[in-house]
């Protein structure tokens, strides 16, 4: 009898082992695949995108449905509902559009202002496909533990070099890959508990125009320094990229009221990340290096503190019947962290590059529904309602126009055979237009209007063993 349990529990550990293994081979291939720059689509830069059988319900009650082991991201504490170990790979392919049109937009001339030269920029979302990996295995009857790869906040988009906004931005691409390893807790028949520890890894490159000739009168350089009357032949043009790596927490509590009815709420902490790399400056006249302030536009290091924001999220789920299930979420976001990203150098007298944001915290309201006319067949449809950080037209950036959005999703879920689900889902993210008149220093001012809206279609699969 002993040799049996022996066995068994060599064959489970050989299994964990192999699949672990596996799942972790994964999740390296998944970190190469996160090289391409993700595009925003919650509101401000945050990825909504976590999970392919969320999607279709809109990810109502994400933090009490648990159905599958993406139940790490949403709530740790939803672990504990899942039986024996589960494998979760889904792929999001995300095409955002976001396109400018003019309105009156003006170049400074540090003696006055002139029409912006150039075009509007074209469309400047870009596209990706971004992955997300979850695995979760019991320790015992109580206990489950988890660990995800995954994508929660990114931001690409990029004009073309010679628009009318080249001053306020040309290229931004933000890319956050973090890895969540969590426990869930089951105290009794109704309550779990979870926590989780996040690394993540941000890099971050931003670049712009600078109009130098604007810059040469207001130092009295002269007329010819930075002249030449060819849009951007005459600019100077700044990146900035660096990487980070910093950690949060997350912490979960489910209820089960009863087999049809549960409860969940999930906090994820904010997580602070220091920003280092370089700055770099190219086309600059190099009589700005000689100036009595000091040398401008100078290769050097470059440091920026970004603090991504806290969620609290509270979700209900509901067995209505044996073939009918209804969710919804309530998802606040602690925006307001991000009043500014200020970009110090080290050397130079450029002084620090400031992009005023003053967001405001918002919030998330999501309903969804899951129909099963047969017991393998899944079809999920969900709305939601997304507010966005920006408040008013001089706040918005030509790096992120948000606006509020209202997200259309459906979904279908399939049992191909005992112990494989297969998810396929697609959502619709309609962006209210979006009004921008900001003005910066030398930079001049950029008015017009975006025209905003993302398609999204997910794919997923689910291996329970």
Known sequence: MINKYRNKALLRNLSVRFFTGQFFTGLFVASLMFGVSQPANAAGFAIAEQSASGLGNAFAGGAASAEDASTI???PAGMTRLKGNNIVAAFHSITPSMKFKDNGSTNSAAVGSTPSTGGDGGDAG??????NFYFTMPVNDEV???????????????????WKGRYFGV???????????????????HLSLGVGLNLQKMEVLLSK?????????????????????????TDAFAEVDGTSNSWGANLGLMYEFNDAARLGVAYRSVVRH???GDGKFTNADTRLNVTPLGDFFVNTDASADITLPATLA???????????????DVTWTEWSQLDEVRIQYRTGAQGDTVEELGWSNTMRYAVGATFRPIPALSLRAGVALDGSPVTSARKRTVRLPDNDRLWTSIGVGYEVMRGLDLDVSYALITIDDAEIDRSEGLAGNIKGDY??????????VNWRF
């Open 73 to 75: 991201w949403y709530n």
């Open 126 to 131: 870009q596209g990706a496909v971004v992955p």
């Open 144 to 162: 489950t533990f988890g660990a995800a790869i995954n994508a929660p906040f990114g931001l690409s988009t990029k004009y073309d070099k010679d």
């Open 171 to 189: 290229e931004s691409a933000i890319k956050v890959v973090n890895l969540n390893t969590s426990l869930g807790f089951k105290v009794n028949k």
């Open 209 to 233: 125009a600078i109009n130098q000739e604007a810059l040469c009168n207001a130092l009295g350089l002269g007329a010819s320094c930075g002249s030449g009357g060819v849009p951007v032949a």
């Open 274 to 276: 220091k920003i280092k």
């Open 314 to 328: 509270v979700s209900y789920y509901q067995d209505v019947m044996s073939k009918l299930s209804l969710m919804a």
């Open 451 to 460: 025209k905003l809206s993302t398609n999204i279609i997910s794919g997923q």
